[in-house]
């Protein structure tokens, strides 16, 4: 049971609904809204009453580098939000250098204000949602107020809510690694089981997480710790490179669940990125893809690799002589060639 000290009376709710919220004093909606966002993964900073400029709540959120600011307006109302409401809160944006705003009320939008809202880059959180979001993020009790005041608190730690229903293991099957990362720009929590890798899609403002990935790990041929992040190979008809930006452990958990994979499963020796070529050499093929082109081979058809010495030694090209019909001379430009000549002939020789 949630209960809300407020200066003249105290509120028990056990569901959130807008009758409870409209009771509420104004700055305590304020406070609870703050909680709200900061349950959903934000840090949260609930301006004080009488020295605001405006601005009800700031919101951050910080990834990898990146930071998004935003201002929340808090705003109990019995009936609509108009397109004045939208222009005057939507101004705050330039004012304070933000990222945008959000207006949170227990009423409602006029169609008018929701076509305004996208020119000001403002998000609208009516009542309803607003009490669909409290149902979901503070099903405990979040904090005793009195006077304006937070003076107890029983939050719990944020986690990701997970929709396990759309995660269904296997007998045998458990999670051994779970990280938030990148991927393209959007933020996933990446799960590792003994079977699969899952990446889950993070909502920006819901922090809903929504499957979006499932790759076997036995379609997985391995990963490696690139430039700008961790580079992930799967196989297949053609092999797929895709770069994450979160933890190194990713890699050596990834290897350990590898290993007991059964069977001669297709592993990683090499990977070159030269110019528009990226080059894969793993214990059955090299796969090469340059733009839009790709070419593979297996291992067992290289007959023999040489070298095409270039005016700077490690931009020189390997050249290969592939069996068939007759044999085929094919070139191939490696950041290292004399590593990636050794690299082949150690693959071939054990494959």
Not at 255 to 278: C, D, H, W, Y
């Amino acid at each position: 049971m949630r209960t809300f000290l407020q200066r003249r009376s105290i509120i028990r709710v056990t569901m959130w609904s807008l009758d409870s919220l409209k009771k509420m004093d104004s700055y305590d909606f304020e406070l609870l809204v703050g909680d709200l966002f900061e349950s959903m993964g934000y840090v949260t900073h609930v301006t004080p009453r009488s020295r605001d400029y405006g601005v009800d709540i700031l919101i951050k959120l910080e990834h990898f580098g990146l930071s998004h600011s935003w201002i929340i307006q808090a705003k109990k109302y019995n009936g609509s939000v108009g397109v004045r409401e939208i222009r005057e809160y939507g101004s705050l944006r330039m004012r304070d250098r933000v990222d945008g705003v959000i207006i949170v009320t227990t009423g409602h939008f006029s169609p008018d204000a929701q076509d305004e809202a996208g020119k000001y880059n403002v998000k609208l959180v009516s009542g309803d949602l607003l009490v669909g979001m409290l149902n979901r993020y503070l099903e405990k009790p979040v904090a005793l107020y009195e006077g304006g005041i937070a003076v107890a608190t029983g939050k719990e730690p944020y986690e990701i809510p997970q929709d396990d229903a759309e995660l269904l293991l296997r007998d045998n099957e458990e999670i051994l690694l779970r990280e938030t990362v990148n991927l393209n720009g959007n933020g996933y929590e990446l799960l590792l089981s003994n079977r699969n890798l899952f990446l889950k899609e993070v909502g920006f403002l819901s922090r809903k997480t929504t499957l979006k990935h499932k790759i076997a790990v036995t379609n997985i041929i391995g990963a490696m710790q690139g430039k700008n992040g961790i580079l992930l190979f799967t196989g297949g008809k053609d092999i797929r490179t895709c770069l994450i930006k979160g933890d190194g452990k990713i890699i050596d958990v990834l290897e350990q669940v590898k290993m007991t994979v059964p069977g001669q499963a297709e592993k990683l020796i090499k990977f070159s990125r030269a110019g528009n070529t990226e080059s894969v050499l793993t214990s059955k093929r090299i796969f090469v893809r340059e733009n839009d082109d790709t070419w593979q081979c297996p291992l067992s058809r290289i007959s023999s690799v040489g070298l095409k010495k270039g005016l700077v030694f490690r931009n020189s090209r390997i050249i290969l002589y592939v069996t068939g019909e007759s044999v085929e001379k094919k070139e191939l430009a490696v950041d290292d060639a004399v590593s990636w000549k050794s690299g082949i002939e150690s693959a071939v020789r054990s494959s």
